[in-house]
């Protein structure tokens, strides 16, 4: 059903508070803008209600963020980071209460990022209709077809909420899977960047200066306001590679900036600011210049040192059928490394809480105070920890 008034609005998400669940996920046009336009609202409940908002017409969605919000109602998702950015975006707030099969299912040997169709298909044996993928979901009037495959995402997604549970509770991955749910919430991933931060993030920043870096800090910021004031990717304002050339040349007007391969004829109509901003950075004292923070160089055995905790990590996500990458990556091994022995006792250090604390960090304290080896198991010729001699 596709809701295109305030009232059908109301009593939609009404019903839906009424059963306490609710699933949810969006449809939206993300390729040139700097926030995402959105297409489409998809809720559902297990009480069958279920329905496609569609925005355009129904210009307040407030109903659908008390919804999301109230901490009576567990909101399902499946991937659920774009979404949560949409709602931040319109509300500065995410929800307390939510589950995300794709983090649950990873809990469950479906790898780190399995997709819906895929987990729908291996938990319920139902094939996806796949065919609207690439709709255009701005344009008007949407076909039921369309409407179908959208409300698709979160009707089957109550059934498939409702198998990983089950399984989860039956492994004792509930309270894994609720940490990385939580995690995920995380108001720091959903937060525009600060603009005078933005040069850490472009490419070939760390071959610069620092003065020249005190340059690109300026022009970035310059670049990440116009991208927000004219709702468009900082991308299409100016490449990264046209803007590492524009501080390196370092022109002094609109002509100057002309001259820089990559900038568009565009330039004529917002190059000062651009040029504004160079300059601003280059005048800027010494002493606030940034520096590029590359870190210390890896002693003589540290490498070997973070491949033997990897082995210890891959070990530990083969047995308990959890993905490497969800168990930990190689910078936080190599930031264990380098931990001081307080920093390995400090019990809110990551690799120690939680369901990371029970399966690998206890492993690798010992690793590294050296209480455990690493040898191979005879009989599998697998790699195991054995008490140090």
């Known amino acids: 059903m596709l809701i295109e008034t305030p009232q059908a609005l109301t009593t939609l998400c009404d019903a839906i508070r009424a059963d306490g669940v609710c699933s949810f996920d969006t449809e939206f046009v993300f390729e040139r803008t ?49 979404d949560w950015k949409i709602l931040y975006d319109n509300v500065g707030r995410l929800p307390s209460k939510i589950f995300d099969s794709q983090i649950a299912s990873s809990f469950l040997g479906m790898g780190a990022q399995p997709g819906y169709g895929k987990l729908i298909a291996h938990y319920l044996g139902t094939e996806l209709d796949k065919s609207q993928s690439y709709t255009d979901w701005l344009r008007r009037p ?52 600060e603009p005078r931060e933005c040069y850490q993030k472009v490419k070939r920043a760390s071959s610069l200066s620092p003065r020249q870096l005190s340059a690109l800090r300026e022009a970035a910021a310059w670049r990440e306001e116009e991208a927000l004031r004219r709702d468009l990717r900082p991308g299409f304002i100016i490449k990264d590679e046209a803007l590492i050339a524009a501080v390196r040349q370092n022109p002094k007007n609109v002509g100057g900036l002309k001259r820089v391969r990559g900038i568009s004829g565009e330039a004529e109509r917002w190059g ?16 606030s210049w940034p520096r590029w923070a590359k870190g210390a160089p890896p002693d003589d055995g540290e490498d070997a040192a973070v491949g033997l905790m990897q082995v210890v990590m ?17 910078a936080t091994l190599r930031a264990l490394y380098r931990a001081s022995s307080e920093e390995l006792e400090d019990p809110d250090n990551p690799a120690f809480r939680g369901w990371r604390g029970q399966v ?8 590294l105070e050296g209480k455990s080896a690493i040898g191979l198991d005879p009989k599998t010729r697998r790699p195991r920890l054995y008490p140090a001699k």
């Open 34 to 82: 700097y926030r995402a336009r959105l297409g489409l609202v998809q809720l559902a409940s297990p009480g069958g209600h279920a329905g496609a908002v569609d925005p355009l017409a129904v210009d307040d969605l407030t109903p659908v963020w008390d919804l999301l919000l109230d901490e009576s109602v567990l909101t399902v998702v499946h991937a659920g980071e774009m």
């Open 142 to 193: 949407l076909s039921e077809k369309q409407i179908s495959y959208a409300l698709n995402d979160v009707v089957p997604l109550l059934e498939l909420f409702t198998k990983l549970r089950e399984l989860l509770i039956a492994k004792g991955r509930l309270e894994w899977a609720e940490e990385e749910f939580a995690a995920s919430l995380d108001e720091s991933r959903y937060r525009d960047p």
């Open 272 to 287: 000062a600011g651009l040029v504004e901003a160079i300059q601003k950075g280059y005048a800027q004292p010494q002493d």
């Open 314 to 330: 891959q070990d530990v996500a083969a047995k308990h059928e959890v993905p490497p990458e969800v168990v930990a990556n190689r």
């Open 360 to 367: 690998l960090g206890r492993h690798l304290h010992e690793l």
